[in-house]
Each structure stands twice: as structure tokens, then as C-alpha cells.
């Protein structure tokens, strides 16, 4: 993810074509991934008292670090999939 602030300018991750609640609604989730507060599974499983495992919840194969959740999650594959088609056809 481009970290880069051009003043004046939005971030592309932050940026919405209109004010509908579809585009704004995953803003927050943007925005904590892009900051690194998004807690995943690794997170919970390093600071809570209980003994949690640190494998993703939703496809059970990886540790559920925000590299997995982004690019190899199996169960997210759907939703990553018009993203991605998008970035290589911009490539």
C-alpha cells in the first residue's frame, strides 16, 4: 500500500465517487488496515490472556496475518477477486 500524502490531494484507499453509504460504510476498515490498527488473528492471539490461536477464523489454513487477510485468504477470494482483475488490468 502507497503510505505517500500528496497535500491536498485524498489517498486512493480513502477515496469515494460519491457520499452513498456503500461507498463510505468500508471506510473505517480501510483506514485501520492502512494504519495498522486493524486487529486480526495474530493480534488477538499475542495480547489476549486466553490461549488463542493465531490461524485465520475464516479459512483455517494460515496465520491470519494482514498479509493472509489481503492476499491469500480462500474464504475472501470472492471478494478479492474484481480488486485484483482491476490492479492487473491496470498493470
Known sequence: MNIQYLPGKFHPLIQVGCSSALEVTPLPTRFRLLTGTYVLQVNRCRFNQ?????????????????????????????ARAPVMREILNIL
Open 50 to 78: 486466553y490461549a488463542i490461536s493465531a490461524v485465520c477464523p475464516n479459512c483455517k489454513v494460515e496465520d491470519g496475518t494482514v498479509e493472509h487477510f489481503l492476499l491469500h485468504c480462500s474464504a475472501l477470494e470472492q
